[in-house]
């Protein structure tokens, strides 16, 4: 094989982040959030997804698209470590490595085989922005991925952080309900960057068509404005 | 991101498969073949590996280097299966996809920092042969990875059957003894092709440097020379 191998996009997911800021930092944390894995045309086969529906958890590999850097460095800062503190790039799941691949455990809600899109996957839990390119969907195997003795280094120590949020009853009725559940998911996981902590500060979240504006103050986040785009 | 990206190859794994006859079915089924994972000159650099000790488990995201079939086809036969029955490729992990990329979850043994070779990583339970291209290395993150409530479709009906080996000491010893508790590892997981039962056959498993010789019979495999390569 030789040193560098070209990778094709089979599919391509869809779902309400158009941009990177309130995209969970890690899949499964968000099990509210749905998305749709659209086959490119010449991978749109009913036939190559036989036998899935009986798995509850795909993997998708998928390529970290927004990232701009060239290069790579050998260490990066770990937004669960507050951003001041340099671990080796293959010690996290940052972007920032010599090959801008992720790895991100779904649930498989359903296969949707009658889509116009051709056959698709539907899925919740993604850690993605709309349109990521995927690289290969394979089954989430328990007796083989499954280690409950696994031990996770720093990401052990440190338990995410749960917001309360407060997001009135008046606003939250301006949105679908199944995104509403899916904002209170993704709000809770605190979309901050670690390093921000300016209780006046307004944010924006984009999502699926919406702009959610909150402020975050004493373990609460408020939202106190929801706009459609 | 356009419609082909290209990878590279960082590491490569060192192992005592030269062949793919005898290489476990999954990771993690064989923890007692070692490996190694040794990077490429260009990713030598210890500072990439900062905290990687902390983690008791990695992916190994990899290339199917000995798959020659350069189509892919929509089903295939999983050995679980007994080889006879179809399945969707994205319902298998079988090599022949339209990536041709391996996901691998194996047990970091230690860090080998001062190596020859550069700094390298000791894994066991890994699923490849020697020389395999490594394209990523991440950490296992128990919180987002582990998934106990996972279902396995077809595979969850079929445990793995294990033999029974019998290894006489006399040419037992002729191994060194780590050599020794892998093979009876990857022997007690029949690395006969599913569609094969002839207890009179003969088969020869290269490890190591050795050529071992068995047949079975009877859910029991029975060694009956080892030979030094």
């Given at each position: 094989m030789p040193d560098t191998v070209p990778m094709n996009v089979i599919a391509r997911l869809r779902c309400d982040f158009t941009e990177k800021f309130g995209v969970p930092r890690q899949a499964g944390l968000a099990e509210h959030v749905y998305s749709r894995v659209v086959f490119e045309p010449e991978y749109r086969n009913a036939d190559a997804l036989r036998g899935i529906d009986g798995f509850s958890h795909l993997w998708l590999i998928w390529g970290f698209d927004r990232v701009r850097q060239k290069t790579w460095s050998p260490t990066v800062r770990?937004?669960?470590?507050?951003?001041?503190?340099?671990?080796?790039?293959?010690?996290?799941?940052?972007?920032?490595r010599p090959n801008p691949v992720g790895l991100s455990c779904v649930r498989l809600v359903r296969v949707e085989r009658d889509d116009p899109d051709g056959p698709c996957l539907l899925v919740s839990g993604a850690d993605m922005t709309d349109g990521t390119p995927i690289f290969d969907i394979k089954p989430y195997l328990p007796y083989a991925d499954c280690r409950p003795d696994a031990s996770g280094?720093?990401?052990?120590?440190?338990?995410?952080?749960?917001?309360?949020?407060?997001?009135?009853?008046?606003?939250?009725?301006?949105?679908?309900?199944?995104?509403?559940?899916?904002?209170?998911?993704i709000l809770s996981h605190d979309p901050r960057p670690s390093y921000q902590s300016d209780p006046n500060r307004e944010y924006g979240l984009s999502y699926g068509g919406y702009d959610v504006r909150f402020r975050v103050s004493g373990g609460t986040l408020r939202v106190f404005e929801v706009l459609a785009i």
């Amino acid at each position: 094989m030789p040193d560098t191998v070209p990778m094709n996009v089979i599919a391509r997911l869809r779902c309400d982040f158009t941009e990177k800021f309130g995209v969970p930092r890690q899949a499964g944390l968000a099990e509210h959030v749905y998305s749709r894995v659209v086959f490119e045309p010449e991978y749109r086969n009913a036939d190559a997804l036989r036998g899935i529906d009986g798995f509850s958890h795909l993997w998708l590999i998928w390529g970290f698209d927004r990232v701009r850097q060239k290069t790579w460095s050998p260490t990066v800062r770990p937004p669960r470590l507050g951003g001041n503190e340099r671990m080796g790039v293959f010690a996290t799941r940052s972007p920032f490595r010599p090959n801008p691949v992720g790895l991100s455990c779904v649930r498989l809600v359903r296969v949707e085989r009658d889509d116009p899109d051709g056959p698709c996957l539907l899925v919740s839990g993604a850690d993605m922005t709309d349109g990521t390119p995927i690289f290969d969907i394979k089954p989430y195997l328990p007796y083989a991925d499954c280690r409950p003795d696994a031990s996770g280094g720093y990401t052990d120590l440190l338990p995410e952080k749960r917001l309360a949020v407060d997001f009135p009853d008046v606003l939250a009725e301006k949105l679908p309900g199944e995104k509403r559940a899916a904002l209170l998911d993704i709000l809770s996981h605190d979309p901050r960057p670690s390093y921000q902590s300016d209780p006046n500060r307004e944010y924006g979240l984009s999502y699926g068509g919406y702009d959610v504006r909150f402020r975050v103050s004493g373990g609460t986040l408020r939202v106190f404005e929801v706009l459609a785009i």
